[in-house]
């Protein structure tokens, strides 16, 4: 049974950080490429970043600066460090695996709140 277990969302300040975590197990994590996304209420869901099995990264204009990504494959774990958050950061957040297009799995999300 795959699963992706999202952690670390809540409510912070404007300016403030936030660290997520995404704990997989079921699938071979290190062949898969990891991604974060997010979806605010009424909009669709984006992709926010994403890393490669070779730690090659890719983040969403919005974000390039402040987020980070990166992985441990020996704990079978995405992490997605958030800094300098704003109010338009607020959505539930995703973690995803994939692998070769065609294996895809999500967690279940984790919200995260900015107050401005």
């Known amino acids: 049974q795959v699963q992706l277990v999202e952690s670390g969302g809540g409510l912070v300040q404007a300016g403030g950080s936030l660290r997520l975590s995404c704990t997989v197990s079921g699938i071979r994590f290190s062949v898969y490429t990891m991604g974060w996304h997010r979806q605010a209420p009424g909009k669709p869901r984006e992709l926010v970043a994403s890393?490669?099995?070779?730690?090659?990264?890719n983040y969403a204009d919005s974000v390039k600066g402040r987020f980070t990504i990166s992985r441990d494959n020996a704990k079978n774990t995405v992490y997605l460090q958030m800094n300098s958050l704003k109010p338009e950061d607020t959505a539930v957040y995703y973690c995803?695996?994939?692998?070769?297009?065609?294996?895809?799995?999500w967690g279940q999300g984790t919200q995260v709140t900015v107050s401005s």
């Open positions: 995803k695996a994939s692998f070769r297009s065609s294996w895809n799995y």
């Open positions: 890393i490669t099995t070779g730690d090659n990264t």
